[in-house]
C-alpha cells in the first residue's frame, strides 16, 4: 500500500461513527447531495488517489423520495424480510415483542439488520435510514417513517 492509499484509508476511517455532514463544509456540496451509501472497505480498490467500486449502483434510490429525512443513508431490501414474534409472560401477562431482520444492499455493501420492529416492507424495496453518530434515528420504507 502506497502512502496516499493509506492516507485515503485512514481519511475514511476517521469517518468511521461521525456525522459525515458535520464535516461538508461547502454549503454548494451540501445542497447537492442526496443521500449517502455505504462502503465496504474489503471490496475497494484504490486507483491514482481515488476510490474504485466496482459495483453497479441503483442511484434511483435518491431520486423522488418524500419523508422526513434530511438527507438519508439509501439502501435496497434485497431479500424477504423476516418479521418474527415471540411471547412471553412476565407477571402472569403476555407479552408479545416483535422484531424485523432485513438484507440490504447500499453501495458495495451487502449486510443484514435487525430492528426492535415490526417494519412494513418487502425485497426489492427502497428503504432510506436517518443516521446519526451510530445510531438509526429513523426509517423511511413503504410510505412510512418509523422514529426511534
Known amino acids: 500500500m502506497t502512502y496516499d492509499e493509506s492516507i485515503i484509508l485512514a481519511f475514511l476511517k476517521f469517518f468511521e461513527g461521525e456525522d459525515i455532514r458535520d464535516y461538508i463544509k461547502e454549503k454548494e456540496l451540501e445542497n447537492h447531495i442526496k443521500g449517502y451509501i455505504l462502503c ?13 467500486i466496482n459495483e453497479e449502483f441503483d442511484f434511483s434510490l435518491a431520486s423522488a423520495y418524500h419523508c ?18 415471540d411471547s412471553t409472560i412476565v407477571a402472569r401477562t403476555p407479552v408479545c415483542t416483535y422484531s424485523t431482520h432485513l438484507t440490504i444492499q447500499s453501495g458495495n455493501f451487502k449486510g443484514e439488520m ?19 453518530k451510530n445510531n438509526i434515528e429513523k426509517i423511511f420504507c413503504n410510505d412510512i417513517l418509523y422514529k426511534f
Request: hydrophobic share 40%; glycine share 0%.
Open 68 to 85: 422526513d429525512i434530511e438527507t438519508p443513508l439509501l439502501a435496497n431490501i434485497i431479500h424477504y424480510p423476516i418479521i418474527e414474534k
Open 114 to 132: 435487525s430492528f426492535p420492529v415490526p417494519l412494513s416492507c418487502k425485497k426489492n424495496m427502497k428503504i432510506y435510514f436517518d443516521v446519526s
Open 40 to 52: 465496504d472497505m474489503n471490496k475497494i480498490e484504490l486507483n491514482r488517489n481515488c476510490i474504485v
